[in-house]
């Protein structure tokens, strides 16, 4: 079948209503668009950032806590199975997942509106996770750490990128405190 591509053009402008009505159509429709891609693509970056990030280390404990646990790509595993299948290994990871879910969805609403936004409601869950907080604010001293959401989001993913690299290495003084812990609580 041949198609007129000059009919079918004419056609479509006549259905539009007339040539500027389509034209009008049209520009609305690419300010739109623009408005989708004209995205703070920093903001974008450090979010995609602390995102990876955390997974990255998430995935690292995945494997030492599992050492037999064969090919985590071939199994193809979302970052909310790794943490599931990590999280209940100690009370420290227990502390961070509500933060890390929070940095999930923070991820995951960037993905399904591509708008790169950390709310009031975002910094706050974050800073619930108490340890971060207090060591977070204890580090700043004399002064005060950076209230600017997106800052308590970085900074809450190289905190969790620490604690868990501790974790994912069986000599770490972590682990140490950790077993300290384990063998004091089964002797009480």
Known sequence: MNIDHSELAKRVIELSGGKQNLSDEMDQKLARISNKWDQDVGAIGRILRAHLFVEHFITECLIAFNPALG?????????????????????EIQELAAGIRRLNKVRNQLAHTLEAKVTDKDKESLLSVKT???????????????????????????????????????????????????EYEQRT
């Open 132 to 182: 971060f907080s207090a060591l977070r604010e204890e580090l700043a001293k004399p002064g005060y750490p950076s209230d600017n959401n997106m800052d308590v989001v970085e900074d809450f993913a190289k905190h969790v990128g620490s604690r868990l690299e501790s974790l994912a290495d069986p000599g770490s003084l972590a682990n140490r405190f950790q077993q300290a812990r384990r």
């Open 71 to 91: 090919d985590l790509d071939k199994a193809r595993l979302s970052f909310s199975q790794k943490l599931a299948l990590i999280e209940n290994y100690s009370p």
